[in-house]
């Protein structure tokens, strides 16, 4: 069992940064690919960004190549999201889920954090 708690979503505006955070309890940590997910109004739930549970394998969704990076600190059971040059086409409730591969969700989900990039 994985519990996962984001945090640093807020109101941004337009071309402003934000560092999302996931901690996830557990001893297992490491040997979870972590992805972080977003869902905006009306639209289906989109992949953003993984990491393998080494941190050496790193996927980003086409929309945000080049903004954002993700990273993982085994250590403290924390991956984070910094989001760079943020797009109000980026507000959205972003999610931290552990899975088993990079890029296919895994069973364990965060509660969300909300974004808002205003123009």
């Known amino acids: 069992q994985v519990q996962l708690v984001e945090s640093g979503g807020g109101l941004v505006q337009a071309g402003g940064s934000l560092r999302l955070s996931c901690a996830a309890s557990?001893?297992?940590?490491?040997?979870?690919?972590m992805h972080w997910f977003r869902q905006a109004p009306g639209k289906e739930r989109e992949l953003v960004a993984a990491i393998s549970g080494a941190g050496g394998m790193t996927y980003y969704a086409n929309s945000v190549k080049g903004r954002f990076t993700i990273s993982r600190d085994n250590a403290k059971n924390t991956v984070y999201l910094q989001m760079n040059s943020l797009k109000p086409e980026d507000t959205a409730v972003y999610y931290c889920?552990?899975?088993?591969?990079?890029?296919?969700?895994?069973?364990?989900w965060g509660q969300g954090t909300q974004v808002t990039v205003s123009s």
């Open positions: 557990g001893r297992t940590f490491s040997s979870y690919a």
């Open positions: 889920n552990a899975g088993l591969t990079l890029t296919t969700q895994g069973v364990y």
